[in-house]
């Protein structure tokens, strides 16, 4: 082969080299995808110029938002029904793709049915970590941003809650987000290949601006927001608002609402750090929160004056295991990831109530 042509094969051997480590770079395993908080995080993904494979096993979502997230990308998703305890179909994924990293949203959420089931929260959010793990080291795919929440910080003796915090719970759904925050501590000691982030989410909330997904509770809503727009859409008679004694502004409990879209955000702000990073991060929790309190009171005036109505409710005891305020500091997100919530407490009433208008009950107002 004569010189320039030796060069030129060369030259288009590594530009097709560096296209596949792009891919290879840019291609992300979501696991509870089709969920709410992984359904944002799948359109922000691709906004962002990477590309999803969602793994989940519609045990609390429906396919019908795995089309909408294709409808609103434009292009067919790629979505595998699946379960993070069967290690062999796990297996069958990773050896089909070549992951930058994996997002795990995978998991069960439900406090008060926590409480009743504990077996099958630590099996199906613990034990299906472990397996989601296992399968990940096997393949060499060792960075994780992993759904955790600020249930782990328990009933916080300072205001805001940074990530050095104390850390307890009370619930076995709060101790399976505990436990898998040790497991990945553990991890992380025992092999500094890998790259563990755990992101606290305060009190996700709101919808995607289109009104096309959404949070879409299978039962009664147990959480504020959904419970408010369901009584303002009639489906439901009134709010209980559980307790008005709290030594908090108004006596009703304050939460840091974070609209889902700005949380969407924060985990591409997080793909992206790892992607910049030379070496490996090891555990690293972060917040994300708004670093703003708000009472259910505010929260219920703001979403009446959003929705043009009235929110009728009546004030009854406080909720077993409710503490009266928890709010972040949001500042290693910002120092770290560059990423802070932008949203305010009207733009996430207004698109939880586009949402809710459009589709009164969820995936099934088709
Ligand atoms: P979600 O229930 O809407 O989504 C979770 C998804 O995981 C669902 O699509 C479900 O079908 C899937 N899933 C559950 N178990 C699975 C399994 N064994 N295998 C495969 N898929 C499985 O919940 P969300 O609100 O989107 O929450 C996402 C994650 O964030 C959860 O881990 C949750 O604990 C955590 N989190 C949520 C909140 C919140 O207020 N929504 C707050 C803090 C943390
Ligand atoms: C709850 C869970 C927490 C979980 C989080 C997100 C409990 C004790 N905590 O947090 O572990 O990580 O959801 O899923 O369940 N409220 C009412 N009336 C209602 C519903 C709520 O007054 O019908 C009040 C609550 O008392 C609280 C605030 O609204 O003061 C927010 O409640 P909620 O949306 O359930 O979130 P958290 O309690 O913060």
């Not at 439900?110 to 080291?137: C, H, Q, W």
Request: glycine share 8%; net charge negative; charged share 20%.
């Amino acid at each position: 082969m004569k010189a320039p042509l030796q060069w030129g094969v060369f030259f288009c051997l590594k530009i097709a080299l560096d296209i596949n480590m792009e891919n290879y770079k840019n291609k992300i395993l979501v696991t509870g995808g089709a969920g709410y908080i992984g359904s944002h995080t799948c359109i922000a993904l691709h906004e962002a110029g990477y590309e999803v494979v969602i793994y989940d096993n519609l045990s609390n979502s429906s396919f019908e938002a795995v089309n909408r997230v294709s409808s609103l990308i434009g292009q067919p998703i790629d979505f595998i029904e699946g379960d993070i305890r069967d290690a062999d179909s796990l297996r069958q994924v990773f050896a089909a793709h070549q992951f930058f990293g994996v997002i795990h949203f995978a998991g069960l959420k439900a406090v008060g049915e926590s409480v009743a089931k504990p077996l099958m929260y630590y099996d199906n959010n613990v034990s299906g970590t472990i397996t989601l793990l296992k399968i990940m080291a096997e393949y060499e795919v060792k960075k994780l941003v992993f759904s955790s929440s600020a249930t782990v910080y328990g009933d916080p003796e300072i205001l805001p809650i940074n990530e050095d915090s104390p850390r307890s719970c009370t619930n076995p759904y709060g101790q399976s987000k505990l436990t898998i925050e040790h497991v990945l501590e553990d991890l992380a000691l025992s092999d500094n290949s890998w790259s563990l982030i755990p992101l606290r989410y305060f009190n996700p909330v709101g919808a995607h601006p289109s009104g096309q997904i959404g949070e879409d509770p299978n039962d009664i809503p147990n959480n504020l927001m959904p419970y408010i727009s369901q009584v303002a859409v009639g489906k439901l008679d009134q709010l209980s608002i559980f307790g008005d004694d709290y030594a908090t502004v108004d006596g009703t409990g304050v939460r840091d609402f974070i609209h889902v879209t700005d949380l969407a955000q924060g985990h591409v702000a997080a793909l992206n750090y790892l992607k910049q990073q030379k070496q490996s991060l090891g555990f690293l929790p972060i917040n994300l929160g708004s670093g703003k309190g708000t009472s259910v009171l505010e929260l219920v005036r703001a979403f009446s004056a959003v929705a043009a109505q009235d929110i009728p409710f009546q004030f009854v005891g406080r909720r077993a295991g409710d503490i009266a305020s928890c709010y972040a500091s949001a500042d290693k997100a910002q120092e770290l990831l560059g990423w802070k919530a932008s949203l305010s407490i009207t733009d996430m009433c207004q698109d939880t109530w586009r949402w809710q208008s459009i589709n009164p009950n969820g995936y099934n107002s088709i």
